[in-house]
């Protein structure tokens, strides 16, 4: 088992990711998951080409970053038509040690923009927009993929042949259909398919809650990393255990209580404006309550709680009186 990847000059050690996610994969949490450890490539929320050069870093949640968060992946979303020159100018001020298409988000209204998953539906079209970032940027380049609207495998293998050959560095699979809910169990053989035909690395994404997750998913795929989503948002430790069980790197048990835990990302929250704390607490207890018994108990006082401070409160009363799963 490779305990990294390279692409290039950059060296992701253990080869384990924390996926862009929309509301979630912010600073809070990225420093939260380093600081648990065990995580070798952090990614941004989706960011909109044509909203980013605008942008204003200082005071921009979706920009906030610290020293620390590295390497980053800044994600981009495009329409077709959409210039994405500025972006990547802006993503070189902001300091990015990589640059991650999204062309697997199933979101309505992405696919509304034609961006996202959306955008696989014109090859050509991608090929167009991959070949602009590539003669734009020196820094690594990579894509985020679903398995497409149907299972077809000479179309997904071509698809991803044409991403490796117009220069992707990287390819992240997320092993279901456009259209599958969460509920679907991914396809990890079909990341398999996709691992054999290309020769850059995979990272395979989806369906991963547990050290034995992840080593099925490396059984089964093949691939040579992997990217966690929900699964490391409701254990923020998960990838360190990964790293520790499988890669048989030296990342320490957390010592910490899952009360201590919440209790250090509420405060990571006070690096954002006041008004952008609670709504990405709520969704980040949404997932955590999941380590309890009744955890949905915790999750409704959150939801329905008006301030941090409310919400803060609610959950220290809940932890008290709480069984862990």
């Known amino acids: 088992m490779n305990k990294s990847l390279s692409i290039g000059e950059l060296t992701i050690s253990p080869p384990l990711a924390l996926a862009p996610m929309v509301g979630l994969s912010h600073s809070a949490l990225r420093t939260l998951v380093l600081e648990l450890g065990g995580v070798g490539l952090l990614f941004t929320e989706m960011l909109s080409v044509t909203r980013l050069p605008e942008e204003n870093a200082a005071v921009s949640p979706f920009l906030l970053r610290y020293p620390e968060e590295q390497p980053l992946f800044y994600q981009l979303f495009v329409s077709p038509g959409q210039d994405v020159l500025p972006a990547v100018d802006r993503l070189h001020q902001l300091g990015a040690q990589g640059v991650d298409l999204n062309l697997g988000c199933p979101a309505p209204n992405l696919r509304k923009q034609g961006a996202g998953c959306a955008l696989t539906n014109d090859h050509e079209q991608v090929r167009y927009i991959v070949a602009q970032l590539r003669a734009a940027t020196s820094l690594p380049l990579s894509a985020k993929i679903r398995l497409g609207a149907s299972l077809h495998e000479d179309e997904l293998l071509d698809f991803c042949r044409m991403l490796e050959g117009e220069g992707v560095d990287l390819l992240s699979v997320h092993g279901r259909l456009h259209k599958e809910k969460f509920c679907r169990r991914p396809r990890w053989d079909w990341i398999g398919k996709v691992k054999a035909a290309v020769n850059i690395p995979v990272l395979a994404n989806g369906g991963i809650f547990s050290v034995e997750d992840a080593r099925k998913c490396l059984d089964i795929s093949g691939a040579d990393g992997l990217m966690l989503g929900r699964g490391a948002v409701g254990q923020p430790w ?3 255990d990964i790293a520790r069980e499988i890669y048989g790197l030296p990342c320490l048990a957390p010592s910490l209580s899952l009360a201590d835990i919440y209790s250090r990302f509420v ?13 990405r607490l709520k969704q980040f207890t949404h997932y955590y309550g999941r380590n309890f018994t009744f955890g949905h108990h915790l999750a409704i006082a959150v939801q329905t709680s008006s301030s941090v401070e409310q919400a803060f409160d609610r959950a220290q009363q809940f932890f008290a009186g709480s069984k862990e799963v």
Request: glycine share 6%; no cysteine.
């Open 238 to 240: 998960l990838l360190a």
């Open 267 to 279: 405060h990571l929250l006070e690096r954002f404006r006041p008004e952008r704390r609670l709504g």
